[in-house]
């Protein structure tokens, strides 16, 4: 982040948390401290501010915030100010899927009456994450589809005093609130199972090799029946090609990304395979969505709880939605 740039959030931050009262903010020499930079660089990003009317300079004392930039409509003070991260929080862009995870939790951060902050981090590491996050001087933290976070960081974000919601279940020391994919996975290998199908080429990601595939080996293993499961990655670091898989498998299912549909089609028609093919929560029968506005209910629930004082961490899991294809 930008230095001048964590100077402004830093007085913007006090600023909100003042209300309509006028505070005085640290020196330019406790600034430069406190965020290890030139006092040199602190000096232009509060001209800066108090150029624009946020900061109020007395002469001989120091600067103070200016209440009517940020005047409260309740008496007094600011509602909870909601920080939401999005993925790694160093997203370029935001994709269509990552918009439909991301509005419906804004939605309803403001439909209970808070103010949003979508926090854009720069940090690479977990110390740098952690300082950005607690000086953005958030009153609750929403993380969102990010499938690594480290429970490392959650519980730093919760011994420091701030509330955390995301949705990574397994988590012990922040609330988390997620989607119940085993459950999921486990009706899709069991779907498999009762079809008789002979072979998966399975070309997901690693996290979802870890996490998914487990479940729908489980599911054969119930059913009494076998499948020969192939890692797409593991196959191709063999030395084999996917030619040759569709060469070896004459009828199965595929379960690939969308974007490597097409491909694998084409190689299972070239050598007249039989092949299913399917994104990574689809089965013959229908697919099964995430029901964001679900999630976002409950997540904005467990914080106005946390707000009232229930501080225990909960974790809560969700059905996905299955939607069945017309016959």
């Not at 005085?24 to 150029?51: C, N, P, Y």
């Not at 009828?251 to 990304?257: E, L, N, R, T």
């Not at 964001?292 to 969700?318: C, S, V, W, Y």
Request: hydrophobic share 40%; proline share 3%; net charge neutral.
């Amino acid at each position: 982040m930008k230095e001048t740039l964590k100077i402004r959030h830093y007085v913007m931050g006090i600023l909100y948390h003042a209300g309509n009262t006028s505070v005085q903010i640290m020196s330019s020499r406790e600034l430069a401290a406190h965020f290890g930079i030139a006092r040199s660089t602190v000096s232009l990003a509060l001209k800066e501010l108090v150029d624009e009317g946020f900061l109020i300079p007395k002469r001989g004392i120091g600067n103070f915030t200016n209440p009517k930039m940020f005047l409260s409509l309740r008496t007094g003070e600011m509602p909870p100010l909601i920080g939401i991260v999005l993925e790694s929080g160093r997203n370029f862009y935001v994709s269509e899927s990552g918009w439909k995870s991301l509005r419906p939790t804004c939605d309803e951060v403001i439909r209970e009456g808070y103010n949003l902050r979508c926090l854009q981090l720069s940090g690479t590491d977990e110390d740098e994450v952690f300082e950005e996050i607690m000086n953005s001087q958030v009153d609750a933290l929403i993380w969102i589809d990010h499938v690594t976070l480290k429970e490392s960081l959650m519980k730093r974000l919760a011994d420091a005093g701030l509330p955390v919601i995301c949705d990574n279940s397994g988590f012990s020391q922040v609330d988390t609130v997620a989607y119940d994919t085993d459950s999921t996975c486990y009706e899709i290998g069991r779907e498999f199972a009762e079809r008789n199908v002979p072979a998966i080429l399975y070309a997901c990601s690693e996290w979802f090799v870890k996490h998914d595939l487990p479940m729908i080996k489980q599911a054969f293993r119930d059913a009494g029946k076998e499948c020969r499961i192939t890692l797409a990655k593991e196959w191709e670091k063999s030395g084999a090609s996917l030619e040759e898989y569709f060469k070896m498998e004459k009828q199965g299912v595929a379960i690939v990304s969308f974007a490597k549909h097409s491909l694998l089609r084409k190689l299972s028609n070239q050598f007249h395979s039989d092949f299913a093919f399917f994104d990574r929560l689809e089965t013959f029968s229908g697919k099964y969505v995430y029901p964001h506005e679900d999630r976002a209910r409950m997540m904005l629930a467990r914080l106005k709880e946390r707000f009232l004082g229930k501080t225990n961490p909960e974790q809560r899991l969700i059905p996905l939605k299955f939607l069945k294809y017309k016959s």
